[in-house]
């Protein structure tokens, strides 16, 4: 069976920092494109960062220079992190794989909150 497993959400200050997790089991993931997306209340789910097998990276714009994805595949796991948070950051935040063929596997989510 697969399974995303996301971890690290909170509750953080602006300008603070977290770091997320996805660990991945049941399947070899390492030759695929992985995802960070989120969604806020009332809005829709976006792709915030995706990082393909070579690590080539690509993000949107509101969070290039702050978040950073990365990935170990020796661990199964894609991180995000995310620094100099703001309050628009606050959504949840998930772990996404494409693979060509199938439906896409997705984390169950976890919960960034930024405020004071």
């Known amino acids: 069976q697969v399974q995303l497993v996301e971890s690290g959400g909170g509750l953080v200050q602006p300008g603070g920092s977290l770091r997320l997790s996805c660990a991945t089991s049941?399947?070899?993931?390492?030759?695929?494109?992985m995802d960070w997306y989120r969604q806020a209340p009332g809005k829709q789910r976006e792709m915030v960062a995706t990082?393909?097998?070579?690590?080539?990276?690509n993000y949107t714009d509101s969070v290039k220079d702050r978040f950073t994805i990365f990935r170990d595949n020796a661990k199964n796991t894609v991180y995000l992190q995310m620094n100099n948070l703001k309050p628009e950051d606050t959504a949840i935040y998930y772990c996404?794989?494409?693979?060509?063929?199938?439906?896409?596997?997705w984390g169950q989510g976890t919960q960034v909150t930024v405020s004071s």
């Open positions: 049941g399947r070899d993931f390492s030759a695929n494109a």
């Open positions: 996404h794989v494409k693979v060509p063929g199938r439906l896409p596997y």
């Open positions: 990082i393909t097998s070579i690590g080539y990276t």
